[in-house]
């Protein structure tokens, strides 16, 4: 079994979603979740994407210093990730749309795997 802080490192769990497919990158912008670097430039509702998992991670030095990395799959099959700050120092157009896509019942329950 893998030790618990090194599963939790941020350069492990991106390893692993990697693996597991969610190999895009979003952003928020004007209220739509955007693919980021891609040639597609998809852009999706909060009701077209669904929150798969999510992993808390505190700051080395300033327990303040929080962020989150969710795994989002979207409607059309498209998986990937996004990160946000926790707190005070949270992104507000990231925040408020994964408020939507969880307020619509589009995460699904975390599962201890």
Excluded at 87 to 92: K, N, P, Q, V
Aim: a negative charge; glycine letters at 8%; aromatic letters at 8%.
């Amino acid at each position: 079994m893998q030790d618990k802080e090194e599963e939790r490192s941020l350069v492990n769990v991106e390893s692993k979603l990697t693996k597991d497919g969610f190999t895009q990158d979003f952003n928020v912008v004007d209220g739509r979740l955007h693919t980021i670097g891609s040639d597609s430039n998809k852009t999706y509702a909060p009701d077209e994407v669904t929150i798969v998992d999510f992993y808390r991670f505190e700051g080395e030095s300033d327990p303040d210093d929080m962020s989150v990395l969710y795994a989002i799959e979207a409607s059309d099959g498209t998986r990937g990730t996004i990160s946000n700050a926790y707190g005070t120092y949270a992104d507000s157009d990231t925040d408020d749309f994964l408020k939507q896509v969880e307020d619509l019942g589009k995460n699904l329950t975390k599962k201890d795997k």
